[in-house]
């Protein structure tokens, strides 16, 4: 019997959508012009691709800034800046060549020195990059020509290639680094779009970039993004053709959407996970048998019943089912009330006890995070639900001023990309956990050349995350993109960005 774990909608074109391609699109001919509207669910908070967490920010940048290596539907590496590159036997040497005659918006060269400064500019600890942690393993990078230049790790690290095609692959000119006052007015990269400006909570517009080193790309004139927190207000203005595409489809209007003659909804197996971030060094959850107790109360199959029907699955792991990590057949953990009430007697706060988590002002979070404080109240545990705006959550993540706060975790293209950066105690950690055991198997874990032996110690990883919960996973959600029908070629990346330097406008 097939999996039920994702009931995509499933084209008759199998061999086309491997591709990315759907079946409309296969053989139309390309147009030039015209300015795509695209919904976000979030405002995005920080623009400089060094700098940010914010997936709302990472689809955006994409289309700003070209990386060394890119993936394709398949989620294989392929070129990017980079044309070409080679690793050693030891897996410590990566020698690249870089694709020539590229240059930044602002007409300077994407050479090997620009390179150099990147990783340099994201490997400075007084910069503070978040980038720095998928870096831990470069020793050097040397320069070894105009186009070439090498990466020396102190050790393999089985996810570098994955992370340079996301936004540690992201290069910036160095230029408009060292002569802007605040990079985050000019953000100059080498992408299909140039930046142009951000309006905050309304607006993000882009350009066509007219030296793009991809002959005859990008179509479309420019590129504008809508920030609609209302996911009825996103999907309205979609069916009104006020927008072209909206980055994050709304569970109860999946079955409408599908159903839509105008509308194509195109669904694949998602990579990232969501639940709610716990400080684990906060007074209210600072004790591992509280925190215990508050996961055991959620019933993660009543959600996604409730809230998502067939667009999501219940989850235990920061790694999606779409991943090679994960067994199908792997058990999320039931709600347990009897275990909740042994471990707040284990706590010594046998009645319950009350802490505070941030969400964000949508439907969905707003239903969620409701249904999970009336499962705990029935142990006596209260969540007060405080709304917050996105950028402010990501703020108060990063220094620590939250009990818990309910996020969704960046899909990423390798299972490194999705557990270390945010559960390593020398990385994001926003949980803020110091665990001995979990760094380490998380750093090993990063460095063994082999998948069985990564997918064991990654089984070990998600042990000492469903003890300690410094996250409590509740669901993996399909990656999801619903669009007009005139909007042509694009291409359906599980990571969920939105990538748009081939994508067109039809006359329809």
């Known amino acids: 019997m097939p999996s039920t774990r994702f009931r995509l909608v499933v084209s008759i074109a199998a061999l086309l959508l491997a591709v990315g391609l759907p079946l409309s699109t296969a053989f139309a001919q390309p147009v030039y012009g015209g300015t795509l509207i695209v919904g976000l669910a979030d405002d995005p908070p920080q623009l400089d691709p060094h700098l940010t967490t914010a997936n709302a920010s990472r689809t955006v940048l994409h289309n700003i800034f070209a990386t060394l290596v890119e993936i394709d539907a398949q989620m294989q590496i392929v070129p990017g800046l980079a044309e070409s ?38 490997m400075d600890p007084g910069f503070g990059s978040p980038r720095a942690a998928e870096l831990a393993f470069v020793d050097e990078v040397v320069v070894t020509g105009p186009l070439t230049f090498e990466v020396i790790m102190s050790q393999p690290f089985a996810a570098f290639l994955p992370a340079l095609a996301s936004w540690t692959g992201m290069m910036v000119s160095p230029t408009a680094v060292q002569t802007s006052d605040n990079f985050e007015d000019v953000l100059i990269g080498a992408g299909p779009f140039r930046f142009v400006e951000q309006i905050r909570d309304d607006r993000v517009v882009l350009e066509k970039n007219p030296t793009y080193f991809r002959e005859g790309l990008p179509y479309l004139d420019g590129v504008v993004y809508r920030t609609f927190v209302d996911g009825d207000s996103r999907v309205l203005n979609l069916e009104s053709g006020a927008l072209h595409i909206i980055n994050t489809v709304p569970g109860r209007n999946v079955a409408a959407l599908e159903k839509h003659p105008e509308i194509t909804l195109s669904s694949v197996g998602g990579l990232g996970y969501r639940g709610f971030y716990v400080n684990t060094q906060s007074a209210d959850l600072g004790n591992r048998e509280r925190r215990r107790a508050v996961s055991a109360c959620i019933d993660r199959q009543v959600i996604v019943d409730t809230v998502f029907g067939n667009a999501a699955v219940p989850g235990s792991s920061p790694f999606s089912p779409a991943t090679w990590v994960v067994d199908l057949d792997d058990p999320v953990p039931p709600r347990d009330l009897d275990f909740a009430r042994q471990m ?165």
Request: hydrophobic fraction near 40%; charged fraction near 25%.
């Open 85 to 122: 590159w080679s690793v050693s036997d030891d897996g410590l040497r990566y020698s690249f060549t870089l694709t020539p005659d590229v240059v930044f918006h602002d007409g300077t060269p994407v050479d090997a020195e620009a390179v150099a400064f990147n990783f340099a500019r994201m």
């Open 344 to 508: 707040l007697a284990e706590a010594g706060v046998p009645d319950g006890f009350s802490f505070t988590m941030l969400i964000t002002p949508d439907e969905e979070s707003i239903r969620v995070a409701s249904m999970m404080a009336a499962m705990c109240a029935e142990v006596g545990i209260t969540i007060n639900l405080q709304q917050t705006e996105f950028g402010t959550m990501l703020a108060r993540l990063g220094d620590g001023n939250y009990t818990a706060a309910q996020v969704e975790l960046s899909p990423r293209n390798d299972p490194d990309l999705s557990a270390y950066p945010w559960f390593h105690s020398e990385a994001t950690n926003w949980g803020r956990l110091q665990n001995a055991e979990l760094d380490d198997l998380l750093t090993r874990a990063r460095a063994a050349v082999y998948q069985a032996e990564r997918r064991e110690l990654y089984r070990q990883v998600n042990e000492v995350l469903n003890v300690e919960f410094p996250y409590v996973f509740t669901y993996h959600m399909a990656e999801m993109k619903a669009y007009r029908n005139e909007l042509k070629g694009y291409r359906h990346i599980p990571d969920s960005m939105m990538r748009f330097e081939d994508v067109w406008l039809a006359d329809d």
